[in-house]
């Protein structure tokens, strides 16, 4: 019995070492390496969107733990995000929302398949309902049908719409909704028509 278990620790050790070489960080490693030997620059979609800022990381690693975002932390990340929108310089903060709702049903842009030149979509209709004439619209979002009609349009709500669109993460953290502003998705220009779309009570959205 005594010689078996000799035999047995030198085993055990080496087991017990390989699996401290294997520990979580090593995973995230071995995934992140996974990812870039996977995917390729090709056209307008390159590489270095697989780099993740501070806040997706926090996020990604909170996904991936099961743990949420501590309340401080989300708070920071938040505030951080907050300070990155920009405001139209001129303090005009709405379009043509004909336009706007062009942009909303548009899906296009920012793929590989794309030219350099094409002008992006928001594709808000993949997440969001915004009129009741559209008979497929996605559920990922809330409903954002009579969204001027119900909330006004004081100073509070239109700067908190223009920030929700162009950066979202300033608002939750670890939303799935894309920064279009911070990320350059879509233009101050088109913004604003999408703003227009939002809040102005001749369009679809509000009636």
Not at 58 to 66: D, K, M, Y
Not at 84 to 103: C, H, L, R, S
Not at 120 to 139: F, M
Not at 162 to 186: D, E, I, Q, S, V
């Amino acid at each position: 019995m005594k010689k078996s278990t000799y035999i047995l620790l030198p085993v055990a050790a080496v087991f017990l070492a390989g699996c401290a070489s294997m520990m979580p960080t090593d995973y995230k490693k071995m995934t992140k390496d996974m990812l870039f030997s996977s995917f390729q620059t090709k056209g307008i979609a390159t590489i270095d969107r697989l780099n993740q800022d501070e806040i997706q990381a926090a996020c990604s690693e909170a996904e991936l733990t099961g743990k949420d975002l501590s309340e401080a932390t989300r708070k920071r990340l938040e505030e951080q995000e907050l300070a990155k929108v920009k405001y139209p310089a001129n303090g005009q903060y709405f379009g043509d929302w004909a336009k706007g709702e062009k942009i909303a049903q548009n899906g296009r842009g920012m793929a590989w398949s794309n030219k350099a030149d094409t002008v992006n979509g928001g594709n808000c209709y993949a997440c969001h309902q915004l009129s009741k004439k559209e008979i497929s619209y996605g559920t990922l979002g809330p409903s954002l049908y009579h969204y001027g009609k119900l909330r006004g349009d004081s100073e509070a709500i239109v700067k908190y719409t223009w920030g929700k669109l162009y950066n979202a993460k300033a608002y939750n953290a670890c939303t799935n909704m894309p920064r279009f502003g911070h990320l350059k998705g879509l233009t101050e220009s088109q913004l604003k028509d999408v703003m227009a779309l939002l809040m102005d009570p001749k369009s679809p959205v509000n009636n």
